[in-house]
């Protein structure tokens, strides 16, 4: 299975507008069905997938619930320091078009290239103000 920097960057950007801390300081996770409901343009297969490379990657801290030798559900409880200063680099969408159009004449690029790129184009935006 390939993995989707459309759906990596969507994911990121859904977890950090919905995951949080109840008035009891407890954490409020999102699970499989809210992120299958919430990005209907990604299969449940696309968004687990992801959803277990990000977690591996360290952007995001998860449960996985294996049952039967595959996935039951996935609890997605925050995000990690490094998904927030991942999407903070990819937020914009203007950045995000040119991430996607320098990473489209090469083919594929890693999560920390495309980091990089974001974090390069943002500084030639702060230039030109």
Request: charge should be negative; proline fraction near 2%; include cysteine.
């Amino acid at each position: 299975m390939k993995l989707d920097h459309n759906c990596i960057r969507a994911i990121l950007l859904y977890s950090e507008e919905h995951i949080g801390l109840d008035e009891n300081l407890g954490w409020q996770p999102l699970n499989l069905e809210d992120y299958c409901d919430a990005l209907p343009k990604y299969s449940r297969q696309e968004i687990a997938y992801t959803l277990c490379l990000l977690d591996e990657a360290g952007y995001v801290d998860t449960h996985i619930i294996d049952a039967d030798g595959g996935i039951c559900d996935i609890n997605v409880y925050r995000l990690t320091y490094s998904g927030h200063e991942f999407i903070d680099t990819i937020r914009s969408n203007k950045i995000w078009n040119r991430i996607a159009s320098a990473i489209s004449t090469i083919g594929s690029a890693s999560l920390p290239i495309i980091q990089e790129l974001g974090s390069h184009y943002a500084i030639e935006l702060l230039k030109q103000q």
